[in-house]
């Protein structure tokens, strides 16, 4: 069974769960349904060769844990850190609690590298709580919320790695600084001067990831020298694509197209993304490659990039 079959299960089986505030669920429920998102990954992930993952030590890890699970916030707590192990944004519930870590990239207002040893703002979200607070790009991160920034990153770190790398670094580094639903940051930072100060996020007249909602969903306009700018907001809700259409009619006299998609909070949908790319297109052709490999003796797997053929129709 596919991977994400098993998460959209588990998923459904939660939010079932939550029809009263904490129903009760018997502990061999939360049990198979643990070992049902373990198994399901590590038969249908395609993407260990590329982790320092140890999917086997990651069920060591967290099953005992199902002792301490007494209701449903508890669970989605455990999943959530289970998934962590694998440092893939793309791998998270649908569904979270106050408490719950924001995701990254959509949750995030700045993003950050490890440059030479140090946390270094590359880029913010403009108009953004980040932005608003007076974080600037170049700046240096030295704590949140009052914990060093490479303490705070290395408890955030997958438990199960064979090794630690840069990708598992960073991706703590953005999960530490996404912070939580529920707790404002305070960002203690040093500026290219040498100047230390406190900036403090997610304040009540601050534009924040957690609420806001991009009106309308796309966005157009004609730059100089007749170059096409469209931007997009989200590639979720299905009336996008008329949407689209109407866009791409308003600058079809341009010499150029950009095509900005920087600012969608919430992923995407094949249903939406496949008829916008099918508007630069003259003939069916795919956008997918299914590559077989073997990364058990015995489980013949399969990555996965996008879901071809496109058909164009513009």
Known sequence: MDWKVILFSLLVSLCCCSVTAQQSVPPEQFTADFDALWAGLRDGYAYFDTKATDWNRVRE???PHLAEVRNRNDFVTLLEKVLDELYDAHSSLNTNLNTSPRLVPTG???WAEWIKGRAIITQLRSGFSAE???LKVGMEILSLNG??????VAHRLPKSLKRINNNARNWALRAVLAGTHDQPRIIEARDSHGGVAVYRLDLADHTKVDTYEYHPKVEWKL???QVGYIKINDLI???MV???DAALENVRTSH???LDLRDIPRGGNTDVAEPILGRFLDRRMGYQQVVPYMNRPTSKRYRRVGNGPIKPRW
């Open 256 to 258: 150029g197209l950009i």
């Open 237 to 239: 809700s299905e009336e």
């Open 61 to 63: 890890l967290y099953r």
């Open 108 to 110: 995030l207002d700045l």
């Open 242 to 244: 008329a949407q689209f």
């Open 132 to 134: 608003q607070a007076g």
């Open 147 to 152: 914990v060093p920034i490479q303490d705070a």
């Open 223 to 225: 730059l100089p020298q």
